[in-house]
């Protein structure tokens, strides 16, 4: 792939599945076991707060279990590496998961357009704080004292975070790269259309085609671990 400067990457569940992080929609995901009204919309957590609390608090300790791997890893070296094959060239990685590991991975330029399970929000003074024990026994919040924090995930019927940021990048892009998303989920799954709108290059890196392959000019189906590291060598050795 020649002329390609500015790289940007959006990443989704399929990314963390051999790390051991169910995925959403596949056969034994998350929204099989449970309602998405449930435990992902406000209304749920004005409902039945208990509900929603136990399952992010089950969800926040079992990621700090778990480890990055080599899909993780091949993305967070692109970035470290991309800017000395390409002079001035970015790699922008915006992420659905809400899980730490591209983070602790090493990306740096990384979107955490849903949130993030190892923070939460205060409802009361709108503070964030790193976040690694249970929400369920209703702690205070350590900026303002009220016991009025809830998990910094963006549920259904909410926005996602940075916006802004993202359309930006996007608009800088001449690489669209897809990696693990169903494309089930909008604004995240509308991001290939705007990429082939101003005229990037767009590529799916799946286990199967997503709901929107039709939108890729490229895809490459297999796990995430095969077939990230062997596509992130092949742009840093200019293949
Ligand atoms: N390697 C590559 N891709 C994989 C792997 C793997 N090992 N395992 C699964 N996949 C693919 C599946 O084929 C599927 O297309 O990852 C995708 C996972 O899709 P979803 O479960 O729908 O997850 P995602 O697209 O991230 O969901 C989007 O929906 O539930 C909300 O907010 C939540 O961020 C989430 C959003």
């Known amino acids: 792939m020649t002329n390609i400067r500015n790289i940007m990457i959006l990443t989704g569940a399929g990314v963390s599945a051999e790390s051991g992080i169910d995925t959403f929609r596949d056969s034994g995901g998350l929204w099989e076991k449970h309602r998405v009204e449930d435990v992902a919309t406000p209304e749920a957590f004005a409902r039945d707060p208990e509900l929603v609390l136990r399952f992010y608090d089950m969800r926040r300790a ?25 002079p001035g060239g970015t790699v922008t990685l915006v992420t659905q998961n809400v899980d730490d590991l591209h983070d602790r991975a090493g990306s740096r330029n990384l979107i955490h357009m849903h949130g993030e399970h190892l923070n939460a929000w205060c409802t009361a003074c709108d503070e964030r704080v790193p976040w690694r ?11 303002c004292g009220v016991p009025a924090l809830r998990p910094d995930i963006v549920w259904f019927g909410e926005m996602p975070y940075r916006m802004e940021d993202i359309y ?21 799954a509308g991001l290939v259309r705007g990429a082939r709108d101003i005229g990037a290059r767009t590529l799916e890196l799946n286990l199967e085609p997503s709901q929107g392959s ?26």
């Open 62 to 86: 079992a990621i700090q279990t778990k480890q990055p791997n080599a899909a993780h890893a091949a993305l967070a070296r692109l970035e470290a590496e991309w800017a000395k094959r390409v």
């Open 214 to 239: 039709a939108w890729f000019d490229e895809a490459r189906h297999g796990p995430a671990t095969q077939v990230v590291p062997a596509w992130a060598e092949e742009m840093l050795s200019g293949g």
């Open 133 to 143: 024990a249970p929400l369920l026994d209703r702690p205070a919040c350590p900026a």
């Open 168 to 188: 930006g990048a996007l608009r800088e892009a001449d690489l669209f790269v897809s990696i693990g998303t169903s494309g089930a989920v909008y604004p995240a």
